[in-house]
């Protein structure tokens, strides 16, 4: 894994000095070497810049430093990433006469191109962010892996594009493109993330997963090379003897070929169902002990580290903990989001990172249980959505809109999960419904909140909406999960953290041909009698009773309660001070009362509060006022 950026066409004046700019912003994510290429585009009349910053995982030798290039300069490469099936390629790639002077992927991927040009993705397993020049064609490809684990960021003006795997490597050398754009802050209020193509930048926006894009004469033209197959219905029979081993079989292969590294590894291990799986499945191909990492809070009831012990224990793995406190919080926050580029969307970044942070000084690479949920179906809102469509068949909307939720409202919700599913039971209409699921605001509050922002311009990337309507309830939500939720959040996130701790993270459960078999199969195999039903049954041989049939809890930080004791102040200063950058734009007396009331426990408002705290110290750290 590592950074790449750069740019195409139009000249820029001192060239050295903005590559060496970008690739400080990005030094993080590849400590290990820097390489940066200048070359000419259209005749001289353009140029081309490639820069990367490298993590070595698979081939440590300098051969293998990028920007990488076959054939005398013909096709140069700047990659992030990794092509987990890379051995099996270079295999069939050398049957059709190609000659190699490394053992890395990166040469795999450039000779797969010369070999099939764009066919080549089909064949791809891995994870992938990259900018390729053709000085044959005279063209920049760039592309992202399916699912966007791997970022990439674009800003295109007066004839040329500038690329990077960060926000802050164009915003180092492209100032004036910085302007914060107030639909997006209104849709990370009501989403609780920026949903792709846009960022909190009117002028930046991202590459789409599963895409890739070219650059000719001066124009930039995308094309969608992957969708998820939950966007359709089911086709076919499925063979009903045997599925549970088949996808054994399968997801232990996807762990195995994320083990091909050079370099030390081990495991993110949070006790849960997902990341014990891992750990199970890795500790079959490794006669050495797998190291793991776990991290905790010195709450009771919300620590998951007693379970993540229970299994370490039962692997013999070489295991690691890490504890944090509120002062952790507040002493790394600022630096997170720095490095986010952006609000930290979710607390359970700070985990993330600080155990990223923790497990670099003994490994380069995690692999982790990432995907699970979004593939299998982990979700409460997934069977909630199935049971939220008989609802809706039954109550009428003017019923649930004029006299269910008032009388809810006024009885008080007995948890925030029971108010989203409340809110979206009775959502008609799809995309907000989907949207809902992940309780932020109502679209109502968001606008007495934001009304200084006006209102939304343009459309919404109608994408991650666009399954068949005559796909499963299921189906629909984790196409929609697969397509926004994870790329645009999850994934993203994932990415930020880990490479700020200078560590590559790596997910089997995202295995496109895995990906590619579950979704053939009925959707019991995923809402069974559990959640992820096909995994339990699959993995319960090896894994304790207490781990199977334990409720999810994941990294949970508990700022809900530390909001209302010692990050009281904290939170008073960023969001009710004169010193607020926020309340400048968004409503002061609203502000004050969604504080007051979690204060008091009126209402748990942690998810709110937390978005709004992280949208003020995004002003601050990036020196940003209100959006015009």
């Not at 930048?201 to 033209?221: C, H, M, N, T």
């Not at 029979?237 to 054994?248: C, D, S, W």
């Not at 690479?365 to 995907?371: D, I, K, N, R």
């Not at 939170?571 to 004169?578: D, K, N």
């Amino acid at each position: 894994m590592c950074g790449i950026a750069g740019w195409v066409g139009r000249k820029v004046e001192n060239p050295e000095r903005r590559a060496a700019e970008m690739s400080q912003a990005i030094r993080h994510r590849g400590p290990d070497a820097e390489g940066i290429a200048f070359l000419d585009s259209s005749g001289g009349e353009e140029q081309v810049a490639l820069v990367h910053r490298r993590l070595a995982i698979i081939d440590l030798a300098a051969d293998s430093n990028q920007p990488m290039q076959i054939d005398n300069g013909r096709l140069r490469i700047v990659f992030n990433g990794e092509i987990y099936n890379y051995i099996e390629l270079r295999e069939e790639l050398s049957a059709c006469g190609h000659r190699f002077r490394t053992q890395s992927d990166t040469e795999v991927l450039l000779r797969a191109y010369d070999q099939w040009r764009l066919a080549m993705f089909d064949r791809l397993n891995g994870m992938f962010a990259f900018a390729l020049w053709d000085a044959e064609h005279d063209e920049l490809v760039l592309a992202r892996d399916p699912f966007g684990k791997k970022p990439l960021y674009l800003a295109q003006d007066d004839g040329r594009l500038t690329f990077a795997s960060e926000i802050n490597a164009l915003r180092a050398v492209e100032p004036d493109i910085a302007e914060l754009d107030p639909q997006a802050v209104r849709d990370y209020l009501h989403w609780r993330y920026v949903p792709g193509p846009h960022t909190f930048f009117e002028r930046i926006r991202k590459l789409d997963p599963g895409s890739y894009a070219v650059w000719s004469q001066g124009e930039l033209r995308q094309t969608r090379y992957y969708t998820p197959p939950d966007r359709y219905p089911r086709a076919g029979p499925v063979e009903r003897q045997g599925a549970t081993g088949r996808f054994l079989e399968r997801l232990d292969h996807s762990v195995r070929i994320r083990m091909r590294a050079d370099v030390p590894f081990g495991a993110f291990l949070s006790g849960g169902l997902d990341s014990s799986a891992i750990v199970a499945l890795m500790s079959r191909h490794s006669d050495k002990a797998i190291r793991t990492f776990s991290v905790g809070f010195g709450e009771d009831g919300l620590s998951e580290l007693p379970f993540a012990r229970r299994v370490a224990d039962r692997f013999k793995t070489d295991h690691c903990e890490l504890v944090i406190r509120a002062d952790d919080i507040m002493d790394n926050l600022p630096r997170i989001v720095r490095h986010q580029g952006g609000p930290v969307v979710q607390s359970s970044d700070i985990p993330i990172y600080l155990l990223s942070v923790r497990a670099a000084r003994d490994v380069r690479m995690v692999l982790t249980g990432e995907g699970s949920d979004e593939i299998l179906g982990g979700y409460p809102k997934h069977r909630a959505e199935a049971l939220a469509g008989l609802y809706r068949g039954l109550v009428p909307q003017a019923l649930h809109g004029k006299v269910l939720m008032p009388l809810l409202r006024a009885l008080g919700f007995a948890s925030a999960r029971l108010e989203t599913f409340a809110v979206s039971a009775g959502e008609r209409d799809f995309a907000e419904r989907m949207i809902s699921w992940f309780g932020g605001i109502a679209a109502g509050e968001r606008d007495a909140l934001a009304a200084g922002l006006g209102e939304r311009q343009g459309e919404r990337n109608g994408f991650p909406f666009s399954s068949s309507e005559k796909a499963s309830h299921l189906r629909r939500v984790l196409f929609f999960d697969q397509t926004s939720w994870l790329p645009d959040n999850l994934l993203e996130r994932g990415d930020r953290m880990m490479m700020a701790g200078s560590i590559e993270g790596r997910m089997p459960f995202l295995d496109r041909d895995l990906v590619a078999f579950v979704s053939t199969l009925p959707d019991r195999y995923r809402l069974g009698r559990h959640s992820k039903q096909i995994l339990r049954d699959a993995i319960a041989p090896m894994l304790p009773d207490e781990i199977l049939s334990r409720r999810k809890i994941g990294f949970k930080v508990p700022v809900g309660a530390w909001f209302r004791g010692p990050m009281r102040a904290y939170v008073r200063e960023h969001l009710c001070s004169s010193a607020s950058v926020i309340r400048s734009y968004l409503s002061a007396p609203l502000l004050d009362r969604i504080v007051a009331e979690h204060e008091s426990g009126a209402a748990d408002r942690e998810k709110l509060i937390w978005a709004l705290l992280n949208l003020e110290i995004f002003h601050r750290e990036c020196g940003l006022g209100a959006p015009r």
